[in-house]
């Protein structure tokens, strides 16, 4: 299934600079950004839960917004996009 | 039907802002800031079209990012939040 993933990072110090990358480093490894704070990935359940708690471990659930929305398989329909593909590269310091 | 509206506006520039700005403001006459760059909104067929000419007006097709998700009408199931809920106040200038 689809997964889209967006999030919100508070980046108002070191520590949450750190968060973000964290956050970019493990939904890469799962998906596809395509923005600069929105991952689509193509999971199984049971990945999906693994990803889930990953990220859970790594945010500051008082600072930081995490959400998950579930697109199913036919998703294909569901998406239409307009303007620029970003191309973003994850390993490079995450800056918004 | 619920759509979901993601934007990557590229304010590197005043007028970047400036979109981000207006893009803001009318998402927010249409839906619920959820995150900094995710707004989402319950319309039918007409308003969705009319929303998505408006933004499209706005974006700078080469510079910017704008995608819609459309969720339906079953989408209770399809959202999983986490971490804080954040409130913007969308009159306020929006610095990313």
């Known amino acids: ?3 889209l993933i967006t999030y919100d990072v508070n ?16 939904c890469v490894n799962y998906g596809q950004r395509v923005q600069c704070s929105v991952f689509e990935c193509l999971l199984d359940s049971a990945q999906c839960k693994l990803l889930q708690a990953k990220l859970l471990s790594i945010i500051d659930q008082e600072k930081d917004s ?15 996009h307009f303007g620029c593909k970003s191309s973003y590269l994850p390993e490079e310091p995450l800056i918004l």
């Open 66 to 80: 995490l959400r998950f929305y579930y697109l199913g398989k036919q998703y294909e329909n569901k998406i239409e």
């Open 11 to 26: 980046t108002a110090d070191a520590a949450g600079r750190r968060r973000l990358r964290q956050i970019a480093r493990q």
């Open 1 to 3: 299934m689809l997964v």
